[in-house]
């Protein structure tokens, strides 16, 4: 494992837009402690982690965290470690180990190192030996029911276990039993000695240690104990040497116990329980870190907790983890969202303990703005109508050249074909136009973008009425540097060539929910009620050739649609799929 400090920031990614921009000495007020920790000389280098439990795929929550802890690291010139928290086997699993180092390089993050709290679970074994050797912690034979019943509530203190008084021998010999797998589950655990009438349940005695016959996916069957959470994550912190160990307002309560693991254990003092480590070839460098709380990030429109978006997934309700209308970060990152965007979001949101409630379209906002910029422009029509320019000779074909930006000239010109027969979007035409509108109407004329001004003479229809074809008159004075183009027109349409023209599958996703808060379950609903039935509509359109040849992942401005990506999986250019990302305004700000 390489000990030579890695920029947290991957600074060779293409999709560093965001990141790269020099640190505009962002001021929430964790940089604050931070910039004081340095300049006071506290610490000479700051250190962060991201703690994630391997139980699921990361969501867009995590990636506020990812940001923050990788952001610090960057901007100050410290580190991150990445750190799987697996000491929970039952719910772990590789697939997700996997998902969650491609998600953060993904953001456009580099850890300095990577861990997994099962590195040290050795260290933390010998750590709650010392607690008993201190008389700090004990074996108690109390059931989870029991221990329940002692505990006491907010209101009234705790009872002491009756095997709080064993002796330290008593209590090595049962731990060593536990360890060598004598026990059933259940039967015992390890309990810190703190305090029953604490007015914090968490330092009530809490448990340090739990008896669990389960094949963990590093360490196998090496453990029949595993840590509590608090513990390990108290000393995992200290053992990498985290400065600032940064978590959610829901730990806040937690850290009178995480600062007691820290203190009592000392690791800083104590080369002993730190030998583990250096039979692994990682670094012996404790230190104290100092544990600080924001608020998470929640929301509207979309559900958070991995158990629900596991249900969704497990019932069938979406396409998988990665179905582009999960907010994780495998389905943000397939409906077309960036990096660029995902780290300019989290940016707005920024970082305070005010717990908050963040409007959908403030992330649909941070795509758009960042698509406007760094995505060209393509045309394509989603629900085509056949328009004929019937002056035009039969078989009529030509070139034009487009500007694939119309802001940034880097992005250079593209060819489109032109022909006598196009493909235009059904609602671009009313045969009864609706008040104001401004587009093609029986007799009436419509700027065909970039190609000339066509009016409409004829309509033709099936036997059921349906509009099947339009037949037109391009006037040929309007053609590209003519004197008649710059006409005044009133609506300008997008086309493409009905013969060039490639088919395509063309996803148009919209929120998974209908509803603010798919969490209400008020009159026996749940979130499976409140699912948006029109998340997800497939239609067969057309795409100009130059969007048919791009490479899986590539964003695109669909001009006057919205913004686009070829599909991660589905995409090739002979069979084209495109997910629509985000419509080009907001189409919910009224609904809400
Ligand atoms: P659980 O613990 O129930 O499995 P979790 O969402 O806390 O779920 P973790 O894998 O423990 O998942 O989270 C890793 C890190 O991401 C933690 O430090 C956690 O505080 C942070 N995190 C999780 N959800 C959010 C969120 N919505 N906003 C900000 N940070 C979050
Ligand atoms: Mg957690």
Redesign the pocket.
């Known amino acids: 494992m390489s000990e030579s400090p890695v920029p947290a920031i991957a600074t060779e990614s293409p999709d560093n837009r965001a990141s790269n921009a020099p640190a505009m000495a962002k001021q929430d007020f964790i940089r604050q402690i931070v910039r004081d920790d340095l300049a006071g000389g506290k610490h000479t280098a700051i250190k962060t982690r ?7 795929y ?5 990636a ?3 940001c ?1 802890n990788f952001g610090i690291a960057g901007e100050f010139g410290g580190v991150c470690n990445l750190r799987f ?1 697996d000491t929970n086997p039952a ?1 772990e699993d590789p697939e997700y180990v996997a998902a969650i180092q491609d998600d953060v390089r993904w953001l456009g993050f580099q850890w300095n190192s990577l861990r997994h709290a099962s590195d040290y679970f050795e260290v933390y074994y010998r750590a709650a030996e010392k607690l008993i050797r201190n008389g700090k912690a004990f074996v108690c034979d109390l059931s989870a029911e029991q221990v329940r019943e002692y505990r006491g509530t907010l209101t009234e203190p705790g009872r002491n276990s009756p095997y709080r008084d064993r002796s330290v021998e008593e209590n090595l010999d049962l731990f060593r039993r536990m360890r060598a797998g004598e026990f059933p589950d259940g039967a015992r655990t390890v309990r810190a000695k703190i305090d029953m009438a604490s007015g914090n349940i968490n330092l009530r005695d809490p448990a340090l240690y739990r008896i669990k016959h389960v094949e963990h996916q590093n360490t196998g069957n090496a453990w029949p104990i595993y840590p509590m959470y608090d513990f390990a994550h108290a000393l995992g912190d200290a053992i990498e040497g985290i400065t600032h160990s ?3 307002l ?2 806040e309560d937690h850290r009178p116990l995480y600062d007691w693991c820290v203190d009592n254990v000392d690791l800083a003092g104590n080369a002993e329980l730190l030998q583990p480590l250096l039979d692994k070839g990682l670094p012996k460098e404790a230190a104290k870190p100092r544990q600080i709380e ?5 929301i509207n429109y979309t559900v ?4 629900k978006l596991m249900a969704l997934v497990t019932e069938g309700l979406v396409d998988g983890w990665d179905d582009p209308r999960m907010p994780t970060l495998q389905g943000l990152r397939r409906r077309g969202y960036t990096p660029a965007a995902m780290r300019l979001f989290a940016e707005r949101v920024g970082i305070s303990k005010q717990n908050s409630l963040i409007d959908f379209s403030v992330l649909e906002g941070a795509l758009r703005e960042d698509l406007d910029a760094a995505a060209p422009r393509r045309m394509a029509v989603i629900d085509p109508v056949k328009l004929v320019l019937a002056n035009l000779p039969e078989g009529h074909e030509e070139t034009l050249i487009f500007s694939n930006h119309p802001k940034d000239e880097s992005f250079g010109k593209r060819e489109i074909p032109f022909s006598r027969e196009l493909w235009i979007e059904r609602e671009d035409f009313a045969e009864v136009p609706p008040k104001g509108f401004k587009r093609l109407i029986p007799g009436g004329e419509v700027r065909l973008r970039g190609a000339g001004i066509v009016r409409c003479d004829e309509i033709i229809k099936n036997d059921a009425g349906e509009i099947v074809e339009l037949r037109g008159w391009l006037d040929p004075e309007s053609r590209p540097g003519m004197a008649g183009a710059d006409r005044k027109i009133k609506g300008t349409i997008h086309w493409v060539s009905a013969q060039r023209a490639v088919p395509a599958e063309i996803r148009l996703y919209d929120r998974l929910f209908s509803v603010p808060d798919p969490d209400d379950e008020s009159e026996g609903r749940t979130y499976r009620d409140h699912l948006n039935p029109e998340s997800r509509r497939t239609v067969q359109g057309y795409v100009e050739p130059a969007a048919a040849a791009a490479a899986p992942e590539q964003s695109f401005q669909f001009e006057r649609s919205g913004y686009f990506v070829a599909d991660r999986r589905d995409h090739n250019p002979g069979k084209p799929v495109f997910n629509r990302s985000v419509t080009l305004r907001d189409t919910w700000a009224s609904k809400g």
Do not use: Q, V, W, Y
Request: proline fraction near 9%; include cysteine.
């Open positions: 991201f703690p994630p439990e391997p139980n699921g990361l969501h867009i929550g995590h506020k965290a990812i923050l928290d719910r940064l978590c959610t829901e730990f924001f608020s998470r990030l929640n958070m907790s991995k158990r």
